[in-house]
């Protein structure tokens, strides 16, 4: 199971932290990753860690706006999303991979999903 929180409204320059709090996989051995979807577009993979080794990954555009850390002992993970600009919009995703997937923001890699919370960013 996969639940997301922390999604909201904010301001242009504004910030917030998504949480996703992971449970009842048959592992401890798991990547979780962030994905969003804004309206008319495809689902980008925003960011993921190795549960197990705690290596991280992001795609080059969003290097130094958004940090994704992991809280073992609650099970969660969250994305800090600093500096946020209307182009943030979006419904974001957590999932969850078995162990590493070879191409960690690959949205075809990860078979488990949460419900998404909306993200809404004001200019």
């Known amino acids: 199971h996969l639940v997301e929180s922390g999604g909201g409204l904010v301001q242009a320059g504004g910030s917030l932290r998504l949480s996703c709090e992971f449970s009842e996989f048959p592992t401890d051995y798991i990547t979780i990753g962030w994905f969003r979807q804004a309206p008319g577009k495809g689902r980008e993979g925003i960011s993921s860690i190795d549960i197990r080794y705690a290596n991280t990954y992001y795609p080059n555009s969003l290097k130094g706006r958004f940090t994704i850390s992991s809280d073992d002992a609650k099970n969660t993970v969250h994305l800090q999303m600093d500096n946020l600009t209307p182009e943030d919009t979006a419904v974001y995703y957590c999932?969850?991979?078995?162990?590493?997937?070879?191409?960690?923001?690959?949205?075809?890699?990860?078979?488990?999903w949460g419900q998404g919370t909306q993200v809404t960013v004001s200019s």
């Open positions: 999932a969850a991979a078995l162990f590493s997937p070879s191409q960690p923001l690959a949205a075809e890699h990860y078979t488990y």
